[in-house]
């Protein structure tokens, strides 16, 4: 069994936690906490294998928690704000659960504490254990490195990814959620096939394939993502559309 720790400052957040806790067969809870501050006290006087917490909380907040502890269990954050993903990723979290999570989001997140704890290796994790990138892989399929894993991603699947500083989220047709990466925009952009994506943006790598409409400043995904077209890359993708334009 795993012994979890579940912290929420929210009482129907962490009811609800506590409730798919419930759910795993795997995982026991050892205490359940509306702050930081008393997880702290908890762990002063007792252990577990990982930590739900989550990170906007008043007084002491999630991610500065995590930081402070000498030696922390296996993390899973959860947020209603996406724009700590980046960061939970460089404390090293097991996973990042976006609010409003379901059961199988949780259940996917608790496999993964599993495997983590179990040590287990998959065969992603062994093709691209000697490589320093974000992504390997050829022009079918990229081996991603997230959250301590290597997963399979279709390049078939992208349908765009957009650049966060030295991060990079790749988001999918497949309706997953997107897959965070540490590797540079330009080396992700190399890997891809140029007949199949471009760069519109700074921030952004569009899928060809899944060009729904444009106009001079905008285009807009098969998706209905609204993206803008940065001036420097706007001559490429003008000579590209131009070129099968009737």
Do not use: W
């Amino acid at each position: 069994m795993i012994r979890v720790l579940a912290i929420d400052d929210e009482p129907l957040a962490l009811r609800q936690l506590v409730t798919y806790i419930s759910k795993v067969p795997f995982l026991t809870l050892a205490a359940e906490c509306q702050s930081a501050l008393d997880a702290r006290q908890f762990l002063c006087h007792d252990s577990v294998d990982a930590i739900f917490c989550d990170i906007n909380m008043p007084d002491l907040d999630g991610m500065t928690f995590v930081k402070s502890l000498a030696s922390p269990p296996l993390i899973v954050f959860t947020t209603a704000y996406s724009e700590y993903a980046v960061e939970g990723f460089r404390v090293e979290a097991v996973d990042y659960l976006l609010k409003p999570f379901g059961l199988d989001e949780f259940r996917r997140s608790a496999e993964r504490l599993r495997q983590r704890l179990s040590g287990s290796v998959g065969r992603a994790d062994a093709i691209a254990a000697d490589d320093d990138d974000g992504a390997i892989g050829n022009s079918d399929t990229l081996f991603v490195r997230t959250d301590h894993r290597n997963v399979a991603v279709e390049v078939g699947n992208i349908l765009y990814i957009q650049g966060l500083s030295e991060y990079v989220r790749i988001h999918l047709t497949t309706g997953e959620r997107p897959i965070t990466t540490l590797i540079a925009m330009k080396a992700l952009e190399e890997r891809l096939p140029q007949s199949a994506f471009m760069r519109i943006h700074r921030s952004y790598i569009i899928s060809l394939a899944h060009i729904a409409e444009f106009n001079k400043n905008r285009i807009v995904l098969s998706d209905g993502t609204d993206l803008p077209i940065g001036e420097a890359y706007r001559p490429a993708f003008e000579a590209y559309t131009s070129s099968r334009a009737l």
